[in-house]
C-alpha cells in the first residue's frame, strides 16, 4: 500500500509559534491532564528529556522499563485516567511490552511513548533500533510511528483518545529522534478535529435491548449478575448497587469486578471462578437467568463451557461486540456501556420482593463454604502463619481502605478473596494476562495516582524477585508503597498444581531469595519479618507508621493451597475443596 | 446494537467453508501487518488477500479469501472491526456479490489446430485472451469467477501450463443496498 498523509492530517492556516517535536508531546500530554509519567532517558528519547522541565509533569525514573509500564498502569486504573510511559528505542522499548500486554488484556487505558532511531536509519539495523510498532501491534490497541513533526500534536491526542474510547487499551507511540527535534507550527487538535472513523465508540443514551432484560428478569426465579471489570471502567458502581437493590438479584463479581460492589453489601454474592467461593459458584450453576455485565466469560471464570450454567437463560452486556458469544452461548447479547445498559435498566425495573427462597438458598450455601475454606488451611489457628490470615489482617488495619495492588499466583487469589473490598478501583491485579511482578511497581503507579489512600503491594517471593529492582525508585521518590511479601520460598501456585495435577512431582518449584530484611536495610526501606500468626498485627502497624516505602517478609507455612480449585478441562460442578478442610 | 447470538461461537455452528470477506480500511503503514496479524494469530490461513486504493483517498479495500468455520470467523471479523486502522468488515458469503480472479499462465505453444481450438475454449470459459505468443511461449490472463478460474487451470494442465500467477480474489458486495458503503461515497 502506498503511503499517504496521515488522515488527520492538519489544516495549514492554523499555525503557532514553532517548537520542536519534543515540546509538542511534552504540551500534549499536559493538555491532556497528565500530571505524572514514568519512564528512563535513552539516546532517542533524551529531546524529550531536554525539555521536560519546562512542563509541569513528574518524571518518575523506574529502574526498568517493565517497571514504568506496569507503573502507569497501576496509576491508571486506581485513578480511573491515563497512565504513561515512555522508553527508549530497541531495548527500552521491547522491555514495555509485557507491561502493555498486562494492560490490553485488563483493557487498561494507557500510553506509551518510544523514541526510534532518526528516520533516515530506520530499517538499517542502526544502534538500539527495533522495529517497536511491529512488535506491539498484536498487545496493543493501537500502535504507530510518528513520521513528520506536523503529525506529533494529532497524533498524542489521538492516542489518549483511543486509549480511553470506548473499550480501553494500551496504545503506543513512536517517535523517530529527528521527528523530536525538529520545528512544527501545527497547532493541538480541538477534540472535534479529531478523526477516527475506525474507532468504535458505543451508542451512548438508552439501551432498548433492556425491555427485553426487563422481561427475563421478571419471569426469573433465581437470577444472577455476575459483574466484571466493565462495570468500574464505566464508573457504574454506584447504578450496580442500585440495580440489584431495585431487583433483588445478587451481584457475583469476576477478579477485576473485584469493588463492584462492597463486600459487606447485603446482595453481594462474592468471588465466581477458579479459585472464587464454592457457593457462587454453586449459584452461578444453579441459576435461571445469568446477567453478564462488563465481563469477558473467560476460561477462569466458565471452566468447561458446556457445563457453565447449565439452568440458565444466559446474558451478556459488554461494550465490545466482539465479546458476546465468544466464549458461551449467549441468549441475549446487549452492545452497550455497562452504566448506561444499568441506567436503562434502572429506569424500567419496578421494585421487586425480596427473593426469600434464592437468597436463603445462597446464606445456606455460603455458610458452608465459608466454614470450609475461610482462612484456607485453617493453619494460623494452630499457631503457623498462613497466607489468608495475613491478607485479613491487612484488610482489617487499613478498614478495608487500601489500595491493594496483588501479584499472580497464590497471592493473588489469597487477596482476592479475604482481603474484604468495599469500593472500586482499590484491588488492581493483573488478571487476564497474569503477570508476575505486577504488583510492586503498579503499586507505585497506584500510590503516586492515589495518594489520598494507603497502597498495599500484596505479592509472593517469586513475583516479587522478578520486579524487585524498583525498590530504589520507591526509595528515589519516597512513594508510600507497603510491601507484604506473602513468602513462602515457593512458587506457591506451580507447587500447588504439581501437588493436585503433577502426582506431586516438584520441579523448579522451589526459589532461594535473599534475605529481605536485610536487603531492604540495603535500600534504606524499613522492612519487618513475621514467621507467627500473633506477630502479623503488630508488624502492620509498624509499616502503616512508615512515611516512604515499608516491606514486612511474612514467612508462610509452606504447604498452603488455595481452595476450592476448578482443575483445568473441569467445570465449575466439580471444584477440588482440599483435604485439609 | 443487539448481537443475538444463541449459538456459542466457533462450537456449535462449526461449518467450515470458504468465506470471502471485504474491508474497509485506512491507508497507512502498517494496517496490512495488523490485519493479517489478527488472522494469524487465530491460526486462520489466508487464501488469498488482496488490498487496493478506492475512491476515497487515504482508504483502501481489502478482499480477504479465508477458510474457516462461521462461528469462529465472526468472531474474528467482530475483532477485525474493532481495529482502529478498520473501518468495515462484510462477509460476503451468504450473499449476493461479485467476485473474480484475475490469473496470468504461460503455456507452451498448441500443436496442431484442433489442440489450439481446444486451448481456446477453455481460456473462453475464464474470460481469457492470449496477451503474447511466439514459438517457445504463449502467455494468457484468465479473469472470472475462482471455480471457472479453477476448472479452466485444471483443463489447461493437459494443454502446456508451465507457471501461473494468480492475484488472489477481489469482491463487491451486489445486493440493491450495496451501493453506499459506510461512509464511502459513492463516485
Known sequence: ?581 | MAARQTRPAGEADAIHRRHVVSALVVDRPGTLNRVSGLLRARSFNIESLTVGTTHEPGHSRMTIAIRGDDGHLRQVLAQLERLIEVLDVTDLTGRPHLELELVLVELTPPRGTADKRELEGVLASAGGEILTRDASVWRARLTAAPDAINRALEALRSHGLRRLVRAGAVAMAADSSSDIENGATPE
Not at chain 1, 522495529?131 to 494529532?154: Q, S
Not at chain 1, 441459576?287 to 466469560?297: M, Q, S, V
Not at chain 1, 502492620?540 to 511474612?554: S, T
Open chain 1, 1 to 581: 500500500m502506498t503511503a499517504v498523509p496521515h488522515p488527520s492530517a492538519p489544516q495549514p492556516e492554523r499555525q503557532v509559534e514553532p517548537r520542536i517535536g519534543a515540546r509538542a508531546v511534552c504540551e500534549g500530554l499536559v493538555r491532556e491532564g497528565v500530571t505524572t509519567i514514568f519512564g528512563y532517558p535513552g539516546g532517542t528519547v533524551l529531546p524529550i528529556y531536554d525539555v521536560l522541565r519546562e512542563f509541569p509533569l513528574r518524571h518518575i525514573l523506574v529502574r526498568h522499563e517493565q517497571g514504568g509500564a506496569h507503573a502507569a498502569d497501576g496509576f491508571s486504573r486506581a485513578t480511573g485516567g491515563v497512565g504513561v510511559a515512555i522508553a527508549t528505542s530497541g531495548p527500552g522499548a521491547i522491555n514495555l511490552v509485557t507491561g502493555l500486554a498486562t494492560a490490553m488484556m485488563d483493557s487498561v487505558p494507557m500510553v506509551a511513548i518510544t523514541g526510534n532511531v532518526p528516520r533516515a536509519l530506520l530499517g538499517k539495523d542502526a544502534f538500539q533500533e527495533t522495529d517497536i510498532v511491529g512488535i506491539a501491534l498484536p498487545v496493543t490497541k493501537f500502535a504507530t510511528v510518528v513520521m513528520d513533526p506536523d503529525e506529533v500534536p494529532f497524533a498524542v491526542a489521538e492516542a489518549f483518545e483511543i486509549a480511553r474510547s470506548g473499550r480501553p487499551g494500551p496504545v503506543l507511540l513512536d517517535f523517530p529522534k529527528d521527528v523530536l527535534q525538529e520545528e512544527t507550527r501545527v497547532p493541538h487538535p480541538e477534540p472535534y478535529e479529531l478523526r477516527l472513523p475506525g474507532l468504535l465508540r458505543p451508542v451512548r443514551g438508552d439501551v432498548p435491548e433492556a425491555d427485553e432484560l426487563t422481561e427475563m428478569i421478571a419471569a426469573a426465579e433465581r437470577p444472577l449478575i455476575l459483574s466484571g471489570h466493565g462495570v468500574q471502567i464505566a464508573d457504574a458502581t454506584d447504578l450496580l448497587s442500585q440495580v440489584a437493590e431495585r431487583s433483588e438479584i445478587p451481584v457475583a463479581h469476576t477478579l477485576l469486578g473485584i469493588g463492584n460492589i462492597d463486600e459487606t453489601h447485603r446482595l453481594s454474592a462474592g468471588y465466581a471462578g477458579m479459585h472464587g467461593w464454592m457457593h457462587v459458584n454453586k449459584m452461578i450453576q444453579q441459576c435461571d437467568l445469568l446477567i453478564g455485565i462488563g465481563c469477558r466469560y473467560d476460561d477462569r471464570i466458565t471452566g468447561k463451557t458446556s457445563t457453565f450454567a447449565p439452568n440458565a437463560k444466559i446474558v451478556h452486556v459488554d461494550v465490545d461486540r466482539s465479546e458476546i458469544g465468544k466464549n458461551v452461548r449467549t441468549d441475549l447479547g446487549i452492545v452497550a456501556d455497562a452504566g448506561d445498559l444499568l441506567a436503562a435498566l434502572l429506569r424500567r425495573l419496578p421494585q421487586s420482593e425480596p427473593r426469600t427462597e434464592w437468597m436463603a438458598q445462597l446464606a445456606s450455601w455460603r455458610e458452608v463454604s465459608e466454614a470450609r475454606s475461610w482462612h484456607g488451611s485453617g493453619a494460623w489457628r494452630e499457631g503457623r502463619l498462613s497466607a489468608d490470615y495475613v491478607v485479613d489482617q491487612i484488610g482489617e488495619a487499613t478498614d478495608h481502605q487500601a489500595t491493594l495492588v496483588s501479584d499472580v499466583g497464590q497471592n493473588q487469589m489469597w487477596a482476592a478473596r479475604y482481603f474484604g473490598f468495599r469500593k472500586p478501583f482499590h484491588h488492581l491485579s493483573s488478571g487476564g494476562l497474569g503477570t508476575m511482578g505486577y504488583a510492586v511497581p503498579a503499586a507505585m503507579g497506584a500510590a503516586l495516582g492515589a495518594p489520598e489512600r494507603e497502597t498495599w503491594a500484596v505479592v509472593g517471593d517469586g513475583g516479587f524477585q522478578m520486579t524487585m529492582q524498583e525498590l530504589a525508585t520507591l526509595v528515589q521518590d519516597q512513594i508510600p508503597v507497603r510491601i507484604a511479601v506473602l513468602n513462602n520460598h515457593r512458587l506457591g501456585m506451580i507447587r500447588q498444581w504439581q501437588e493436585i495435577i503433577y502426582d506431586e512431582n516438584y520441579h523448579s518449584a522451589e526459589l532461594l531469595g535473599p534475605d529481605l530484611v536485610r536487603l531492604c536495610e540495603a535500600y534504606g526501606i524499613p522492612a519487618w519479618r513475621a514467621t507467627r500468626p500473633d506477630e502479623v498485627a503488630g508488624v502492620i502497624a509498624e509499616a502503616r507508621k512508615a512515611p516512604g516505602p515499608a516491606l514486612i517478609d511474612f514467612h508462610l507455612d509452606e504447604a498452603q493451597n488455595v481452595y476450592p480449585m476448578m482443575l483445568p478441562g473441569k467445570g465449575l460442578s466439580d471444584m477440588v475443596e482440599g483435604a485439609a478442610e
